[in-house]
């Protein structure tokens, strides 16, 4: 850590505070991909206790760009902040977007956004459709879905439904009326429909619910870390012929972490990460507005430039071209004692 101290200090004087530092170190903002739109809020509806669904469409009143179950759009908050939400509404309307929002009262701010300042007519933009919970072909299925994450799985029951293909549904959550949907699940036919909220049923098994599944079935898994990880940990031995696809709404668990240094280059600020902290999580203390939304090394929102230090690499997203001078702080972290970040 002391040698990191003086490489840091050293680095500083000569990019940050001295004369050619504006020369030397010019911004790289990240660049956005894809499909950016402007659209306005159509209607906001109360779903679930502390769910809404918003419904988005294009002002011009232009079809919007397809999409497949299991796609999300990056959503631009008034304030700044970007989020992802997953999306929820009918794949063949291509006039209009819905997503469900879920108020996370001690989370980072994005959910008591839209539930609290943004109003029908307000505007916002999207970027996307992206899919990164893709919605493959299968002889059956089985559908498990947690709390909001019924978001990207009910497009999937729908389309599965509409195939005439096997499936089965179990819709785990705290009570009946903390699950949005209800309704519009049990109009979904040919199918086993499953509701299981825990002050009715307790306490789910996940191994008991993955061995619900057909052999060779697609198992498809959203909701909290606890559901995803125990399925994650029993799926190949209770089903070992079949496929599972999960997607979770919170940052991955750091595994095999190590403490390190982590030096801001342009406030000359030093902190410390944790063996089990995201490099993402220790930046925030520090600047709590810095931008991220999907926290598990795919969108890159949270893209910064590496000035030293050697970073180990964790995450889906990065081109080997940009490896070697940047990161994604909300999975990657440095392989040495510490790093200096465009920060």
């Given at each position: 850590m002391r040698m990191l101290g003086v490489v840091m200090d050293a680095y500083k004087q000569v990019f940050v505070a001295g004369k050619v530092a504006r020369l030397l170190s010019r911004s790289n903002p990240l660049r956005r991909s894809g499909f950016e739109l402007d659209l306005v809020v159509e209607s906001v509806c109360v779903e679930a206790d502390d769910v809404l669904s918003l419904t988005l469409v294009a002002d011009s009143g232009k079809q919007l760009p397809q999409w497949r179950p299991g796609a999300h759009l990056d959503v631009f908050l008034p304030s700044g902040r970007q989020r992802q939400y997953s999306l929820c509404g009918e794949p063949a309307d291509r006039t209009r977007y819905r997503?469900?929002?879920?108020?996370?009262?001690?989370?980072?701010?994005?959910?008591?956004?839209?539930?609290?300042?943004?109003?029908?007519?307000?505007?916002?933009?999207?970027?996307?459709?992206?899919?990164?919970?893709?919605?493959?072909?299968?002889?059956?299925?089985?559908?498990?879905?947690?709390?909001?994450?019924?978001?990207?799985?009910?497009?999937?029951?729908?389309?599965?439904?509409?195939?005439?293909?096997?499936?089965?549904?179990?819709?785990?959550?705290?009570?009946?009326?903390?699950?949005?949907?209800?309704?519009?699940?049990?109009t979904c036919a040919g199918g086993e429909l499953e509701i299981r909220p825990d002050d009715e049923f307790g306490t789910p098994d996940v191994a008991d619910l993955i061995a619900l599944a057909d052999p060779g079935a697609a198992v498809y898994v959203c909701g909290p870390p606890p559901v995803l990880d125990a399925a994650q940990r029993t799926m190949f031995v209770v089903n070992p012929t079949g496929s599972l696809h999960t997607e979770r709404f919170s940052a991955l668990p750091v595994v095999d972490g190590?403490?390190?240094?982590?030096?801001?280059?342009?406030?000359?600020?030093?902190?410390?990460?944790?063996?089990?902290?995201?490099?993402?999580?220790?930046?925030?203390r520090e600047i709590p507005g810095v931008a991220y939304s999907c926290q598990q090394g795919f969108c890159g929102t949270c893209k910064v430039e590496v000035l030293a230090g050697e970073v180990e690499h964790r995450d889906r997203t990065l081109p080997d071209s940009e490896r070697a001078n940047f990161m994604l702080t909300c999975v990657s972290r440095a392989t040495g004692d510490g790093l200096v970040l465009d920060l």
């Open positions: 997503i469900a929002v879920r108020r996370i009262h001690d989370g980072g701010g994005g959910s008591r956004e839209l539930h609290e300042v943004v109003r029908v007519g307000h505007p916002l933009r999207i970027r996307g459709p992206r899919n990164a919970f893709t919605f493959i072909e299968a002889p059956s299925y089985l559908f498990i879905a947690g709390g909001i994450g019924i978001t990207p799985i009910l497009p999937m029951v729908r389309a599965a439904a509409a195939a005439g293909v096997r499936w089965k549904m179990v819709y785990l959550g705290r009570s009946r009326a903390t699950m949005p949907f209800l309704d519009e699940l049990s190590k403490e390190f240094g982590l030096r801001l280059a342009r406030s000359g600020t030093t902190i410390l990460v944790g063996a089990d902290e995201p490099v993402l999580a220790a930046i925030r």
